[in-house]
């Protein structure tokens, strides 16, 4: 695993506990990478990795590692990610893909080479693997809402809301890419792609910086991302989707909202309460009719068997426990796990679609049926 | 109308729109009655009734008068309600029937003998008629929630969390009867009786009072009534109902919340938003099970056609209203209203139990047979 | 009055009502105005109506008539306030204020030359008498929420999810002059006007049609107005509102959904639950921030004195109850009553541009100056 | 660790991961106990301990082992943890400390007489972990509550709902000691005492069982223990807490409820949304009060700042991870951890005065002064 800070201490609890609770083939922990010898020596001791590194290129080279999960920065990713799968390695990457639309090409690229070669990649779009995200996708596709006609997501954070919380590489454009769009509204499209199973023809959005300038080690700095945005999708169904994302929509700490309305029925979900998945059945008589609480513990819901008895709530860090299972089982079983690069490399386009629109007031931005890739099936869990 | 304080003020309103939504028996809003002759003048002038008087008697006697509703405190209930009966007016009386078990028993035979004479009498116990309890009442009737076997009653509100609130006629128990037991747990018990259908076998209950003492006209007075209660109450077919009120629980402002759980279902309400039911379908697969939000607010439910379209919510004084159309209908029809004076004996038979145990320490008291009338059924709405 | 379905039906509340909960001018309800000689009589009978007419340009003309509510649709709307403002009635009339802005401003210059001659006139937003969106006012009014970034409104319902509901004018452009825009949008846009007391200085919008044709008395006719829409407003300040309704969201009764974040602070609302605001200090310590679920149900309350103890809720149609108390109030001390056409003009803009934008594939539309008119200020409660 | 069922399974978990968000005294995970030799050893290598072994005293002589953490059904606590203090091991074991108040008593002893020595033990009543009762504790000690007048405590589940779910040890009691009371109740009430820090002086009780023969084995089987329960306690402040715990729910899944009125705030918290609490704070003006969500995800907030950033949930078995967390700091440091077995002890004398009430007809019991213990302080996080 390369990479030790936020991502990479969830991932390292995925991989320290996915065996404990899901059948997946045998793995060892041998190498956790990073830059600074000392730090990522304690972080491997810390999370459980049997060695650790500072030169990815050295571990990759190695024959006794089989896969590479990427924990870097979006910068990175393009870099290390073609030369392990070039060099063999089965990819587990981050999302996003990458910070740029040419990296992401080429990253798609080399995974589609790859796979003929029987080595798997994939993105973490963790948030598939919430079990009421995976039970919301479960019912959509069995028509339990009928035809889906639009979407509300909105992905909604406060930590920028003082202007005095200082500059970070966060918050410029050249290391991050973009901001609010790339860290939290690529989530919210995959969820639109993952739950809608089909592709995005329109794109239009608007961004928008509310604080322009942050103390920086060197006085005020020019904040060059966006605090938040707003991103107006068409499906290829015709169904439309809207996007509001923020970082100061103060109160709201890490809500991911979804509201998805159907002719059948409709569903509601907040990842601030992610146990529970609102479900709407409009083919039950009107009388009875009303929005479900599903507090999704039960055996019959998707990876919840492995955990807890009902009631017995999961957290958040349980989704990359999913992930990693998925993502081991398609590897032993030799098959694409799924989001592939294909999959983040769909939402990349979103995201450059968006930036296009803004540049442009807002106007619709057609995407042309190449970008449009229908999404891969998840693996059920 | 006689009384025109808090509960004057609600079923003037009632009185006043109740033609303008519903199809009743004509009728006139005669006379309203208090004992300030000003006093009962303006009210009478605000809330829209044509005279004012103050004396009862009097206007008992006149021959224009066929219905007499009772709005004063609960010490004068018996007296009024047995006259007008006598003099052949049909009568309504708020709850509860009355402040002592021997006054509720003289009012409850009364009401037998008038109803024999085609005089038809009613207990205003308004909250049968919140659109929401109807529609558990129908649900629990058809079987929806299977046999019932445990139910969580309270009613919590908060106005004397201060002790620095003045003493009143309300916590005096010569002019009050009880506190919390008799104002509020007589709905909470009430509501156990309406919904499950079947009488109580067995009560047991402990009152207590937190501030003892409040500042009166003359220095600090005696609170001489129960802030709070809580009671157990065995039904017939074996259920257990706990009841628990409080005016002291800080916060509640006016909650009354109902759980009740069945071997096939089980439903929630809290009269805060009281245009709302919960209702969970055990029969569904467990997969798609959980507590729906019902806003009952559909022509298909109770009354509410009547009222405004979908979700255009409705507010506490509607109670009310349906209250006075279910009495004109049934005095109309020549029917019994629901619920009847033989079921406010029920309640005081019940609150008079709870006393008897708390002054016994809490131990179970059997209900004799003849205590335990079985409720009527309410006229559909 | 003119007009008796549902809006005549709501007012008619209002009128009969008013009088007996808040102190207003002396009033009398004189006469209801409609089509059908037959209706108009039976509502006015079951309304409280003292008279019925059929002609409204009659009854402008006489001389014990100094209110006029118009209560008829849109189309109508111009023709009679103007009239009505002419022969010196006072005016109140339903929103939104007209079909077409031509006929709108027509309106609102009537006003003004009213306005100088001593008659007032206002236009029916009546959620700006819910009493929580009143606090919620006072709040940001007051600096709880500091400068507010950015606002997520949406007014969701759900009759027309079955492609099976029959065409009515409502679904007709030339009768209806838009769908869910003029409809719902305009109370939500209306609401950020009020809420945020400022202009509007950009507006970018989509229009879709879900179901394009419905069964009409002629077999399938077209439906020529929106199901649903997406408005995105700049403020003068900065600061962004994004607006979403549909009367396809299945499960969504009569739900105007607001988010407003600013600085310091933020709140929410739910139509649906009208008596409940959320609000969350950001000034209080981290540890102990959370959205407050204020029951606005107290005396201290906008509007509630007049009403029943705590916790004592509210429905939906107390807004014109408080609409119309506060026209009286206006009316009787000469005072320009709020919102006032000018007002209704300034969302009339909003929403031209809206179709403006639209028909431009949702690019940006400057508003001019000119047509930003800052909200007046409500009188208070 | 002696047991690998459902404790062993959690505490396993919160045994590997500990020390990845915690700083605490380095420790091995050497041996997992159980009764089934294959069993324990595919335990073992599943749960990431070192080696596995079948005879506990064996394993309690071993020099190598300091801590032994108990997770085996009740009725075996009382041999084994007194074997352990005995051998100068410090000792956690699972709640209720035992199936007998005997024993119990006997354990207490053995602890008090190893604390003189050096050997420290614990009681794991987990949910005294839940950051959000840790948070509600520091808020009451801190006097946000004022004096606190009474509580409402439940525990709710439903998964003996269906008469056909077969009879199991857990429902006998020979070997369950008792039903829901036990199991559940213990948890309730000692969070009264945990969030009340003072003893409880009088106790009643009510147990009942809705379904008295569940298949077994040999056809139809009694079942020996309570499927509800229903408790009433007198603090010696004078506040009463009402407990009610049930199996038979229905849609209950795990839903331990709190409710605690001070007069100066109260506090509200559900399980099944573990990571909320709900806090209301009376001192403020009456405007704006309200019961605030707060989510428990902040670093100011009790063990949250080991985990992951504001907004990213915790699951249910964090709370053992958090137990042990500070189990192993109190024993590093040589001090008493919280909550001690004469903590358990206390729990369990109320549940035998519950059992007692309730053979009396539900009268109330006083508990003796030496039955009283005050709380131990709990080490913060």
Same mark, same amino acid.
């Not at 889906?148 to 890419?177: E, F, S």
């Not at 769009?181 to 961004?207: C, K, M, N, W, Y």
């Given at each position: 695993?390369i990479?030790?800070?936020?991502?990479g201490?969830?991932?390292?609890?995925?991989?320290?506990?996915?065996?404990?609770?899901f059948?997946v =083939?045998?793995?060892?922990?041998?190498?956790?990478?990073?830059?600074?010898?000392?730090?990522?020596?304690?972080?491997a001791?810390?999370y459980?990795?049997?060695?650790?590194?500072t030169?990815w290129?050295?571990?990759?080279?190695?024959?006794?590692?089989q896969?590479?999960?990427?924990?870097?920065?979006?910068?990175?990713?393009?870099e290390?990610?073609?030369?392990?799968l070039a060099?063999?390695?089965?990819?587990?990457?981050?999302?996003p893909l990458?910070?740029? @639309?040419?990296?992401?090409?080429?990253?798609?690229?080399?995974?589609?080479?790859?796979?003929?070669?029987?080595?798997q990649s994939?993105?973490?779009?963790n948030y598939?693997?919430v079990?009421?995200?995976?039970?919301?996708?479960?019912l959509?596709?069995?028509g339990r809402?009928?035809?889906?006609?639009?979407?509300?997501?909105?992905y909604?954070q406060?930590?920028?809301?003082?202007?005095?919380?200082?500059?970070?590489?966060?918050?410029?454009k050249?290391?991050?890419?973009?901001?609010a769009?790339?860290?939290?509204?690529?989530?919210?499209?995959?969820?639109?792609?993952f739950?809608?199973?089909?592709?995005?023809t329109?794109?239009?959005?608007?961004?928008?910086?509310?604080?322009r300038?942050?103390p920086?080690?060197?006085?005020l700095?020019?904040?060059?991302?966006?605090?938040?945005a707003?991103?107006?999708l068409?499906?290829?169904?015709?169904?439309?989707?809207?996007?509001?994302?923020?970082?100061?929509?103060?109160?709201q700490?890490?809500?991911?909202? @979804?509201?998805?309305?159907?002719d059948?029925?409709a569903?509601?979900?907040d990842?601030?309460?992610l146990?529970?998945?609102?479900?709407?059945?409009?083919t039950?008589?009107?009388?009875?009719?009303g929005?479900?609480?599903?507090?999704?513990?039960? =055996?019959?819901? =998707?990876y919840?068997?492995?955990?807890?008895?009902?009631?017995?709530?999961?957290?958040?860090?349980?989704t990359?426990?999913?992930?990693?299972?998925?993502?081991?089982?398609?590897?032993?079983?030799?098959?694409?796990?799924?989001?592939?690069?294909e999959?983040?490399?769909?939402?990349?386009?979103?995201?450059?679609?968006?930036?296009?629109?803004?540049?442009?007031?807002?106007?619709?931005?057609?995407?042309?049926?190449s970008?449009?890739?229908?999404?891969?099936?998840t693996?059920?869990?």
């Amino acid at each position: 695993m390369i990479g030790y800070a936020f991502m990479g201490k969830a991932h390292s609890n995925a991989w320290r506990n996915v065996a404990s609770y899901f059948d997946v =083939p045998a793995f060892e922990r041998c190498v956790l990478v990073g830059r600074d010898r000392d730090g990522v020596a304690e972080a491997a001791a810390k999370y459980g990795w049997a060695e650790s590194a500072t030169d990815w290129r050295e571990v990759i080279a190695r024959d006794d590692i089989q896969i590479v999960d990427i924990c870097t920065p979006g910068f990175m990713h393009a870099e290390i990610a073609i030369a392990a799968l070039a060099a063999g390695k089965h990819v587990l990457v981050e999302k996003p893909l990458a910070n740029t @639309l040419a990296e992401a090409e080429a990253m798609a690229e080399a995974a589609r080479a790859a796979q003929e070669e029987g080595v798997q990649s994939m993105i973490g779009f963790n948030y598939r693997r919430v079990p009421a995200l995976a039970l919301a996708r479960e019912l959509i596709v069995e028509g339990r809402l009928g035809a889906v006609r639009h979407v509300r997501a909105a992905y909604l954070q406060d930590w920028l809301v003082d202007p005095d919380v200082p500059m970070t590489w966060r918050l410029n454009k050249d290391t991050a890419g973009s901001g609010a769009l790339g860290d939290i509204a690529s989530h919210a499209i995959d969820q639109v792609l993952f739950l809608l199973s089909e592709p995005v023809t329109e794109v239009s959005g608007r961004l928008h910086t509310f604080t322009r300038q942050r103390p920086g080690a060197a006085g005020l700095e020019e904040v060059t991302v966006d605090d938040a945005a707003w991103v107006m999708l068409t499906l290829a169904s015709g169904a439309i989707a809207s996007v509001e994302v923020s970082r100061v929509a103060t109160g709201q700490k890490n809500s991911l909202k @979804l509201e998805i309305y159907g002719d059948k029925g409709a569903l509601l979900f907040d990842l601030e309460d992610l146990n529970e998945l609102g479900f709407l059945d409009a083919t039950l008589p009107v009388r009875e009719q009303g929005f479900r609480r599903i507090l999704v513990s039960e =055996p019959e819901h =998707p990876y919840l068997e492995a955990w807890w008895p009902q009631g017995h709530v999961i957290g958040w860090e349980h989704t990359f426990t999913h992930e990693i299972r998925d993502f081991l089982v398609a590897v032993g079983t030799g098959t694409q796990p799924s989001p592939s690069f294909e999959d983040g490399l769909s939402v990349q386009r979103i995201l450059a679609a968006v930036e296009e629109s803004a540049a442009a007031k807002g106007s619709l931005i057609q995407l042309t049926p190449s970008a449009r890739t229908t999404q891969t099936t998840t693996e059920g869990a």
